[in-house]
C-alpha cells in the first residue's frame, strides 16, 4: 500500500483510467453536495495565494488492461469525489469551447478528460459503473439533451456557476492544483472488496443487494465485467428488480437449509467460494428465470402453467418458493411432465387452502416448504407427486371431516389475506359448474347475503335470534356468494336480493330460486351443499384415516371435552361452551376482546344478555343457546384460537366424535 498526498493534476494527467466497480455505488451526490463544494471553491477563488484545501481520500488499486496500453486503476473509494471534479472540469471545457477558446479546451479535454488517442472505454479518464456508463458517455457527446440523472444535473449545476463572472483560468488552477487528497494506492495483492467493505462501514450501510452484487463483481476480472453485467447480471436484475435478496434467500434454501435474511449475503459468499463464481452465476441466472415466472406469471407462454401459477401468485404463498424453484428445474429437465407440474402447483393449493379453512397456522411454512424436497427424497418409492402428497400429509394436512365441519362454521370472510382466500374459493366453487359462458370472475367481489349491517326488515326476517345469527353465520360460507351488483345489493331485504340473484349469469347464485326465506336454518343448509362441493374441488390427497363427526348435534348429550389434552367432564352443550370459553380466557386473554367485537351477542363485559353467565375472569356470555349455536361459536372459537383437528373434541351419548 502507498499512501500520498496530492492534488488532481497527476491523478488525472498521462494515459490512465479509473474505473468505478459494479461493487461501487451508481453517482449519488446532490445539490447539497455540490454547494458544499461549490462554497468551498468559491472561498479559495477569493484568495489571493489560496492554501490547499484537504477533500479526502482515493483509495485506488492498478488493475491489468487487456490490451495494454492505458494504466488502469480500480477506484475503491472516493469515486463521488472524483467523478465531481471530472463532471466540473468537462463543463468548464466547454465553456471555454462555447467563448472560441479552442486552445484551453484542448488542454482541458486532453489533458484531464480523455486518453486522446485510445478507443472505445479506454478513451475516458474516468469510467463510471456499468449503471451510469450510458448517461456519462451520452453527457460527454451531447451535454445538452437532458437526462434525468445526478451526473447531468451536476454537470449542469457547476456549468451555471462557472458562467458566472468567473475567471475560468484561475478556478481551472484551483480545481487542478489547490484541492489536495490522500492517494491510498493498494498492492495488486490487496483485497479491493474488502477494503470497500470496511470503508463503507463509516457511511450508509450498503444493502443486502449491494452487498451481493459486490462480491460477485470482485470475483470477476475488470475484462470481464461488462460482458457479465450485460449478458447476466442486467437481465437477472431486471427480472426480478427489489426482489433479488429474497430470490437469493430462497435459491440458497432449496435444499432444506433456514436461513434469515440477515445471513444471505454470508451464506452467498461460502457458496461462491465453494463453487467458484462462474458455477454459482450460472445457477443464480437459470434459478432467477424460475423465480421470475413466480413473480410474473403473465410472462409464462403456455396458458394453462401461466393459470396455475397466477393461482399461487394469488395465495400470496412465497414460502413456497424454494420448493416450487426445484419442480420448475425438473420441468425444465424434463423430468417431470407439464400434467405433473401442474397438478404439483394444484396440490400447494390444495394443502394451503384446506389449512386457512381449518385455521392451520401458517407461521411455520418458512420452515417447512424449504425442507419438502429433501423429505421427498428420504422416500424410497413413488413419483414425484405421491412423494409430495406423502410429505405434505404429515405437515398439518386436515383431513376430510374436519375440513367439511370448518367450511361450514369458520368465519371466512375477514381483512387482506383472509378476503383472498375466501375469494378464491369462490371463484373455484364458479368454476366448478363448468358454465359454457363463463363470467369474468375478476370483476366479481364477495357479497354477504345477510348484510353486514342489519336493517329493521332484516331483523324481522331472520327472527328472534337475529343477533346470535348475524354473530354467527355473516361471514360464513353459507352467507357468501359472488356478484358484480355489491353497491346495488347492500342492505336491500332479501326478497329484492333473491330477484337480482335469479338474473344473475353466476351459477353459483341459482341456489337462491330454491329458498323462500334466509334464515340461520338455510345459511347452515348452503354451507352444507358448498362444503361438498369445495371437498370435491380440493379434495383430501392423503391416506384415507377413518373418523366420524357430527352431521346434527340436536338431540344428542356431550359426556366429555377435550381442549389442548385436559379433559372436561360435560353434561350439557352449555357447559362444553363455558369450559372452552375459559380455556380461551386462560390461553390469551386479550382474544376475547377481539371475539367480543365479533360477537357482541355471545360474549360482553357486561351482561346485556337474556340468560347470561360469568365467566371467572369478568366477561359474561350467553346460555340460552341451542345445541347447533353452541357446537358452530365453539367451532369459530378453535379456528380463531388457530387450534388443531385434534386439540378440541368432543364426545357424545352417540359415541361420534367431533
Not at 484551453?104 to 485510445?118: G, H
Not at 390444495?350 to 421427498?376: D, E
Not at 332484516?458 to 345469527?469: N, V
Request: hydrophobic share 35%; with cysteine; aromatic share 12%.
Amino acid at each position: 500500500m502507498d499512501a500520498s498526498t496530492t492534488n488532481f493534476q497527476p491523478i488525472f494527467e498521462g494515459v490512465k483510467q479509473y474505473v468505478v466497480p459494479l461493487f461501487q455505488r451508481s453517482y449519488s451526490w446532490t445539490k447539497k453536495n455540490w454547494e458544499v463544494l461549490w462554497n468551498d471553491l468559491q472561498e479559495l477563488y477569493e484568495i489571493e495565494n489560496p492554501r490547499n484545501h484537504f477533500m479526502g481520500s482515493i483509495v485506488t488499486i492498478p488493475t491489468k488492461s487487456v490490451p495494454e496500453g492505458v494504466t488502469k486503476y480500480l477506484l475503491i473509494d472516493g469515486q463521488q469525489r472524483i467523478t465531481t471534479i471530472y463532471l466540473i472540469l468537462m463543463a468548464l471545457g466547454d465553456i471555454y469551447r462555447d467563448r472560441g477558446e479552442t486552445e484551453s479546451y484542448e488542454e482541458i479535454k486532453n489533458t484531464y478528460l480523455v486518453n486522446t488517442y485510445k478507443k472505445g472505454k479506454d478513451y475516458y479518464k474516468v469510467l463510471p459503473t456499468q449503471v451510469d456508463r450510458y448517461v456519462f458517455e451520452t453527457l460527454s457527446k451531447t451535454p445538452e439533451i437532458k437526462v434525468q440523472h445526478g451526473m447531468w444535473e451536476a454537470y449542469h449545476y457547476f456549468k451555471r456557476k462557472l458562467s458566472l463572472n468567473i475567471d475560468l483560468d484561475k478556478i481551472k488552477i484551483i480545481l487542478t492544483t489547490k484541492l489536495s487528497v490522500v492517494s491510498i494506492v493498494l498492492d495488486e495483492v490487496d483485497n479491493p472488496y474488502l477494503v470497500f467493505e470496511s470503508l463503507n462501514h463509516k457511511g450508509k450501510p450498503l444493502s443486502v443487494s449491494d452487498l451481493i452484487r459486490n462480491y460477485v463483481f470482485m470475483k470477476i476480472h475488470i475484462e470481464k465485467q461488462d460482458m457479465v453485467y450485460n449478458e447476466v447480471w442486467k437481465p437477472m436484475q431486471d427480472r426480478l428488480g427489489d426482489s433479488m435478496p429474497e430470490f437469493v434467500r430462497h435459491f440458497l434454501t432449496m435444499n432444506g437449509d433456514y436461513i434469515n435474511t440477515g445471513d444471505v449475503y454470508g451464506i452467498l459468499k461460502d457458496k461462491i467460494d465453494k463453487l467458484g463464481i462462474d458455477e454459482c452465476l450460472q445457477q443464480l441466472d437459470k434459478y432467477s428465470k424460475y423465480y421470475g415466472f413466480l413473480l410474473k406469471p403473465e410472462t409464462v407462454e403456455d396458458e394453462e402453467i401461466k393459470k396455475s401459477l397466477q393461482m399461487i401468485k394469488r395465495l400470496d404463498i412465497s414460502t413456497s418458493y424454494p420448493l416450487l424453484l426445484n419442480f420448475f428445474a425438473l420441468y425444465d429437465e424434463k423430468a417431470i411432465t407439464k400434467k405433473e407440474f401442474i397438478s404439483i402447483l394444484e396440490i400447494i393449493e390444495n394443502y394451503i387452502i384446506r389449512r386457512f379453512v381449518c385455521g392451520v397456522p401458517s407461521n411455520q411454512l418458512n420452515k417447512t416448504f424449504p425442507q419438502v424436497f429433501n423429505w421427498m427424497h428420504k422416500i424410497p418409492n413413488g413419483t414425484y407427486i405421491e412423494k409430495l402428497k406423502h410429505v405434505l400429509q404429515s405437515k398439518n394436512y386436515p383431513k376430510d371431516y374436519d375440513f367439511r365441519s370448518s367450511l361450514q362454521t369458520a368465519r371466512l370472510y375477514g381483512n387482506g389475506d383472509r378476503r383472498v382466500k375466501t375469494k378464491i374459493i369462490l371463484d373455484r366453487l364458479e368454476q366448478s359448474f363448468k358454465h359454457k359462458e363463463m363470467c369474468v370472475l375478476e370483476d366479481m367481489t364477495i357479497e354477504h347475503v345477510m348484510p353486514q349491517t342489519l336493517t329493521g326488515e332484516w331483523e324481522l326476517h331472520l327472527g328472534e335470534d337475529y343477533e346470535q345469527t348475524h354473530d354467527l353465520y355473516l361471514d360464513t360460507l353459507g352467507n357468501l356468494t359472488l356478484t358484480a351488483y355489491n353497491p346495488e345489493l347492500s342492505k336491500s331485504s332479501f326478497l329484492k336480493k333473491q330477484k337480482i340473484y335469479a338474473e344473475s349469469h353466476m351459477e353459483i347464485n341459482g341456489y337462491f330460486c330454491k329458498v323462500k326465506k334466509w334464515t340461520d336454518e338455510e345459511i347452515k343448509e348452503r354451507a352444507c351443499v358448498l362444503a361438498e362441493c369445495v371437498i370435491g374441488i380440493y379434495p383430501y390427497f392423503g391416506e384415507i384415516v377413518n373418523g366420524s363427526e357430527l352431521d346434527n348435534v340436536t338431540g344428542t348429550k356431550p359426556v366429555s371435552l377435550f381442549v389442548l389434552g385436559q379433559e372436561f367432564n360435560v353434561d350439557t352443550w352449555v357447559e362444553v361452551l363455558e369450559n372452552t370459553l375459559q380455556v380461551v380466557a386462560d390461553l390469551d386473554p386479550d382474544k376475547l376482546e377481539l371475539i367480543e367485537n365479533d360477537y357482541p351477542s355471545l360474549l360482553g363485559k357486561e351482561n346485556r344478555f337474556s340468560r347470561g353467565k360469568k365467566l371467572s375472569n369478568g366477561y359474561f356470555y350467553e346460555t340460552k343457546l341451542g345445541s347447533k349455536h353452541v357446537y358452530d361459536f365453539c367451532k369459530q372459537l378453535v379456528n380463531i384460537m388457530e387450534l388443531s383437528e385434534n386439540e378440541w373434541t368432543v364426545q357424545c351419548k352417540k359415541n361420534y366424535e367431533l
